[in-house]
């Protein structure tokens, strides 16, 4: 699977937003603002460019948001990558995600997280890993070999403030790294990647997370460990 590239050309108009508000970004998409929103729309493009790739060169389109009964439940053509509110029918609850593919029920499942701000990271860092967690068991319960892929982008300067990196790295350690299906870690992600970037550049650093430390959570591994846990789980299974 090609690599999940996220660099200059596409942060460093966020990163002079994020200057210019005081180190923030707007939450939702305005006219004229560079806003967490489109941030994150932008990610998902990325993720589901490299993925259809990696898969043999399908289409993307975007999930249907149709309220018919059913129709959400399943991609607009058979053999596609999804984005855009992919909806998936977890065990305890329906669940959306914001890339999927599911030819046959979701075989991959992506989420991408954006911590924008001071107040960004007070108010949602702890539930965002309580969120994750939630969408990580919900699918497993449901679809045990589903490879479930979470991306967490957040300015250095944030990050950088007392004990907050070593802390994140530590939590988002934790609830990665699952390899084989088993009842015991539905709650885990099988890919899952923090990623540091500079405002002032819109580079991704290349030493926090630190990659000796904590090398599975770099998001040099990301495209990687997808590629990995999907060809142990589906490699031969159609429509490959």
């Known amino acids: 699977m090609p690599s999940v590239v996220i660099g200059p050309a596409l942060l460093a108009p966020y990163g002079q937003q994020w200057l ?12 004229g603002y560079a806003s967490a929103t489109a941030l994150g729309n932008e990610i998902d493009t990325v993720f589901a460019d490299a993925l259809a790739t990696f ?5 993307v389109l975007e999930a249907s948001q149709s309220r018919k009964p059913g129709f959400a439940l399943h991609p607009p053509e058979p053999d596609c990558v999804e984005y855009g509110h992919v909806t998936v029918a977890g065990g305890a609850r329906t669940q959306r995600f914001d890339v999927a593919y599911r030819p046959d029920g979701p075989r991959i499942a992506f989420d991408n997280k954006t911590l924008n701000g001071e107040g960004s990271w007070g108010k949602n860092w702890n ?3 309580n969120d994750l967690v939630a969408e ?5 319960h ?3 070999d589903t490879v ?3 991306f967490i982008l957040a300015p250095t300067p944030i990050l950088r403030k007392g004990s907050r990196l070593e802390d994140a790295c530590k939590q988002m350690t934790r609830i990665g790294g699952r390899v084989q299906p088993q009842l015991e870690n539905l709650h885990l992600a099988e890919a899952i990647s923090l990623a540091l970037w500079e405002p002032s550049t819109g580079a991704i650093s290349t030493t926090e997370p ?3 430390r904590f090398p599975e959570i770099r998001i040099e591994r990301f495209a990687e460990t997808v590629e990995i846990r999907y060809r142990e789980r589906f490699k031969y299974a159609p429509p490959h």
């Open 210 to 212: 630190d990659p000796a």
């Open 142 to 144: 449901r679809y045990p």
């Open 55 to 59: 898969l043999g060169g399908i289409n």
């Open 136 to 140: 990580a068991t919900t699918v497993h």
């Open 127 to 129: 539930n965002m890993i």
């Open 20 to 31: 210019a508000g005081g180190g923030r970004l707007p939450g939702k998409q305005k006219v």
């Open 148 to 150: 479930v892929a979470f």
